[in-house]
């Protein structure tokens, strides 16, 4: 993967464009979940971790922080502030590790931000949700599906971006020299 900060430079449009898919495919994954014992697992995550692997961490914020606040005011809106913090947040440093370090294996970059980027994702939550329901019994009680939650979202895209090509592809389409 190429610095694709150049994308947002030289390819406006088309930076726009994949931007606003991927913010329309995180509030999609945002309108419906899985229920699991105790909660509900949602699969934005994917998208998120997704989207910030490949693109420029501006974009990542704007697809994992925005997406994900106007998933949440659409259609559970109390936690939406908690949202667009902590999964902002969550994207810029995935994107940021990403895009910087290990410039010449991307898959180490990636992987290590995928892993920071879940424990921000799984402490904002507890956090956010521990001041939002006054009570750090509810935070305690959601921590595995949290877990749950980013792990799913950091393997998933990890498979998607570099075990099956997406990475190579997006650079392709974009026409982001290798």
Known sequence: ???????AQKKPVLWLTMTAV????????????????????YLNDVVICTASILLDPFAAFVVGGIGAFLGDFFFYPTPMFVSLVTHGLQAMVIS?????????????????????????????????RAFIYSTVEYALLKLPFQILQAAVGAIVAMVLCFARGLAL???KICGIQF
């Open 22 to 41: 991927l913010l329309a495919m995180n509030v999609a994954l945002s309108s419906f979940s899985i229920p699991v014992p105790g909660g509900h697992l």
């Open 96 to 128: 940021l590790c990403a895009h910087h370090l290990f410039q010449k294996k991307p898959m180490i970059g990636a992987g290590i931000g995928v892993l920071l980027g879940a424990i921000i994702m799984v402490v904002g939550y507890s956090l956010g």
């Open 1 to 7: 993967m190429k610095n694709t900060y150049t994308l």
């Open 169 to 171: 592809r997006f650079d």
